[in-house]
């Protein structure tokens, strides 16, 4: 069974601030991989996904990495803003309909 | 704006009563999906659909059922809920091949 962790549960950075965002999983067998942003009380947005054949994808101050013979992908977020605080999903699809999620993260920048 | 619409938006039951969640998407995807979200735990599957016509248990499955109306829709129902139910739901969906999920804005559901 695919186990997704993602550590910290919650972090607080000034701003301006790079930060790296980790998620872990234990099957090396996945098919996509996909950071979500979640903010209070509403749905998730799809920020970054990561094919299986790919290393990164970017989109202007974030960075994701895949490596997955470690089970392992970063978020990088560059420059924080207050504006980013929000909780960061990981999921992680071994096929067309097994995404595992990890419990997120909870980030704060402070002003 | 295209996307994932779900209503409700916040539901209040008692226990044993039933009640359907509704989810409607308008980008023409073939696959949609049922998660619910629980304080420290990660979204989990509830039922899915790959397709018009077909649909299949995920994770925690027990105590819903679900229906693929048309491509469009895809809908939940709680037949006797109980307070173990209670989470926020959120319907999501897929076109087959892209690999990226759309979700709604989610379903607040408290089973008292």
């Known amino acids: 069974k695919q186990e997704v962790t993602q550590i910290p549960a919650a972090l607080s950075v000034p701003e301006g601030e790079n930060l790296v965002l980790n998620c872990s999983f234990t099957?090396?067998?996945?098919?996509?991989l996909q950071w979500f942003r979640q903010d209070p009380g509403k749905g998730l947005t799809s920020l970054l996904l990561?094919?299986?054949?790919?290393r990164e994808q970017t989109s202007g101050r974030l960075n994701a990495s895949l490596d997955k013979s470690s089970g392992r992908s970063t978020l990088y977020i560059a420059a924080s803003q207050p504006g980013d605080s929000a909780t960061y999903l990981c999921?992680?699809?071994?096929?067309?309909?097994?995404?595992?999620f990890g419990a997120g993260t909870r980030l704060t920048v402070k002003p | 704006n295209a996307g994932v619409t779900q209503t409700p938006k916040f539901q209040v039951l008692k226990t044993g009563q039933s009640m359907t969640l509704q989810c409607a998407q308008d980008?023409?995807?073939?696959?949609m999906y049922w998660y619910r979200q629980d304080p420290g735990m990660g979204l989990r599957l509830i039922y899915y659909s790959a397709s018009e016509g077909t649909t299949d248990k995920g994770e925690v499955p027990n105590g819903y059922n679900v229906s693929r109306l048309n491509k469009r829709e895809f809908s939940l129902r709680l037949e006797s809920a109980a307070p173990s139910q209670t989470s926020v739901y959120f319907c999501?969906?897929?076109?087959?091949?892209?690999?990226?999920?759309?979700f709604g804005s989610g379903t607040r559901l408290t089973v008292v």
């Open positions: 099957d090396s067998a996945i098919y996509n």
């Open positions: 999921a992680v699809k071994r096929n067309n309909n097994d995404m595992r």
């Open positions: 999501a969906s897929m076109l087959t091949g892209s690999g990226g999920y759309t």
């Open positions: 980008m023409n995807h073939n696959s």
């Open positions: 990561i094919q299986s054949s790919q």
